[in-house]
């Protein structure tokens, strides 16, 4: 990563600095949503951002609080949040996971993948069934992130069917954590790795780690525990979770 004020977070991804896609819209005043072109959502930290199809499967989500959801989109505590929804589509490598709301009459939508939000890198490596030991059976788990974080999906509310196989509508929750992308720290992550395959620096977003040597040698292990439970070294955030939703369709959702 590049060092700036004399700061140096290792591993920021590779490669040459991610240019930063010009931002779209009209900004509003502070605190306002910007004014977004035809087809653009207003998203995290005020920009505007295609919004996203729907497909998969969508259900609602019961948030933790709605502070918790004003900070994943960096923004002050949402007036009052109306028609949370989580939408599922793990067939899309940028539209994998879309959080929506309605706040004031705005639209606001975070969208989430397992494909880089600045180059065509992308991974899903880790986001499959583990056998989880917490709970003795089958839980899927899976990283995903945009510019701004990541999100974790745990799937432990499932029923299995006579042969074990988890039955097709199954619940969860989604965790979140965001970037530190502020000074010192380099404000863009690196190109050439997703966020979960970092391992220090503002871009480490890596949990389920069992911490034995060097950090950057950390393996990521989620059949351990059930829920994210630690971070990497340089990261300043610990998971946070966001809300539990039920009935989602596995056939629908794609895994």
Known sequence: MISLGGACARDSGGGSPAAVPPPTGTPGPSGTPPICPAGQIASVNNTCVPAAPAAGSGVPLVLVSAGQLGRMFF?????????????VNTASNKDAVVIRFTDNGVNRQASFGTAHPYSGVSDRSLNKWYDDQTLGKRVWKGFFQDAFGAVVLVFDKTTATGDGTPGNVVGGSIWFQNFNRYYPNNPVQGREKMCWQISAGPYDCRSWLFMAGESENWPIMPSLVLYPNNKGPDQNMLYEKLGDFGGIDRSQAGF
């Open 75 to 87: 923004k002050p505590n949402p007036n009052n949040p109306q028609n949370v929804t989580i939408q």
